[in-house]
């Protein structure tokens, strides 16, 4: 794709502005039947998607998985008089994506923008420039007015252009903590609206009364869906000393059997990574901890597949590290990749102090029968979600998001209409005007 410039972008945010400009106007029933039709196109086109967003490694069964009411307040003043809010769009958002759920992305940005009454400018990671552009395809034939959901192409540049552009309200970003501080920086001098999802280190805490059949499906999930490329993972495995022999031997047997290899193979379970210098930066960071002391019990190596086709894909054998301590890079950095890191514990004041060590606060997960302790150590997690007795669930009806530089507002639920709209304040005298003067 050939990355667009300053001339390329102006025009998509005015065009974009053209449309919010009708777009606004409707009410939210008439929005909601465009947004409907669309959803029903993705449903019904599931499968031709899904094989086009498993081109990037992500399986094919994992892809295929993948109407807000403005709600205002009344408020009764003396004498009769009252005041009443309303939510109204904000215009032009910008939403820029990551290429791990390139679709899912756009989507969970782009329907809660516009279903509020806004337009939004989308440009997508260039590992994964296509499937934003069959969105607005989407858009397009479900009827919603030319321009409102825009797609360019590009990097950091184009990127800069779009935060900067003086007709743009909102900059919602997906992606790494060092690129979330640069939009933020550009977008503070506009004074624009900013949500940030951005990395994770997140805890799994796995106590000794857990079911244990459920704690080892839950780390799996919690390190391996989408070959560990997915910004919440649970990467930090903390497992109470008493069971940690039992979990080892469970969790290593189940993590070589995971099939490795063609995403578009049904009975794949995990694909190739995103590209050869992301590979070789997992590939560094295992490296790196076997130097700092850790034990490789499985994986860890780049995967050849049996198919001579996939003979030069980025495949990386899932890995499980024990002998870890909180100190190792392999602890403390978001690696991004099929990495599990086991350490153990063994009090809950000790590993809440642990699990909150860290910079990030995206995403948490505890294991327990005690169900006064699942909901005491949700409590004390510092983080934007806490899965208790599952991990990587996401509804979209339920809202995502991190605490500390794992970022600030939210996506899907109920709530993202906040951040895409602003309140405003109406206030009715129904008697005379008291005047000082």
């Not at 967003?53 to 295929?64: C, D, E, M, V």
């Not at 109204?88 to 791990?100: K, Q, S």
């Not at 989507?107 to 440009?123: D, I, Y």
């Not at 800069?160 to 790494?176: D, Q, R």
């Given at each position: ?20 400009l ?15 039709e ?14 086009k ?12 998985r ?6 205002g ?11 009443y ?21 756009a ?17 997508p ?8 552009v ?44 060092p ?89 794949t ?14 590939l ?49 950095e ?104």
């Open positions: 794709m050939i990355p667009c410039g300053e001339e390329e972008v102006d025009e998509a945010i005015k065009s974009a502005h053209s449309a919010y009708k777009w606004s106007k409707l009410s939210g029933m008439e929005r909601a039947r465009f947004m409907l669309a959803a029903r196109i993705i449903r019904v086109n599931a499968c031709n998607w899904s094989q967003i498993a081109k990037n490694g992500n399986i094919y069964t994992s892809s295929l993948m109407v807000f009411l403005y709600l307040q009344h408020i009764q003043l003396p004498g009769g008089s009252f005041a809010t309303r939510r109204e769009p904000l215009g032009v958002c910008v939403g820029i994506g990551a290429w791990n759920y390139p679709f899912q992305i989507a969970w940005k782009s329907a809660p923008a516009m279903a509020c009454g806004n337009a939004m400018v989308f440009k990671s260039p590992m994964t420039p296509v499937t934003a069959m969105l607005a395809e989407i858009y397009k034939e479900a009827g919603v007015p030319d321009g409102l959901f825009n797609v360019v192409q590009g990097g950091a540049e184009t990127g800069g252009l779009l935060c900067h552009h003086p007709m743009v309200a909102k900059v919602s970003f997906t992606g790494s903590v690129t979330g501080k640069k939009i933020m920086e550009m977008a503070a001098k506009g004074v624009k609206q900013v949500t940030l999802e951005l990395g994770g280190k997140s805890p799994l805490i796995i106590f000794k009364d857990c079911e244990l059949e459920n704690a080892i499906k839950g780390a799996l999930m919690a390190n391996f869906l989408t070959q560990g490329e997915v910004c919440c993972n649970g990467t930090r495995v903390f497992v109470q000393r008493e069971i940690m022999p039992q979990f080892l031997e469970e969790v290593v047997k189940r993590t070589k059997a995971i099939p490795v290899g063609d995403p578009m193979c049904e009975a379970r995990m694909g190739a990574l995103i590209s050869k210098p992301h590979m070789e930066k997992v560094g960071f295992i490296k790196q901890a076997k130097e700092q002391g850790a034990k490789v019990l499985c994986g860890g190596e780049q995967f050849v597949p049996n198919d001579p086709k996939l003979k030069d894909g980025y495949f990386v054998s899932p890995c499980v590290l024990d002998n870890c301590r909180d100190d190792m890079t392999c602890v403390k978001e690696i991004f990749g099929p990495v599990m890191s086991v350490l153990p514990f063994d009090t809950e004041e000790e590993v809440l102090q642990r699990a909150n060590n860290t910079t990030f606060g995206l995403a948490s997960g505890v294991f327990t029968r005690d169900i006064a302790r699942a909901h005491r150590v949700a409590e004390n997690l510092q983080a934007g979600t806490c899965y208790i007795n599952n991990y990587n669930v996401g509804p979209v009806e339920v809202p995502f998001g991190g605490y500390k530089m794992s970022g600030f507002g939210r996506e899907n639920g109920q709530v993202t209409i906040e951040y895409y709209s602003q309140l405003k304040t109406v206030v009715v005298e129904m008697g005379d005007v008291e005047s000082i003067f």
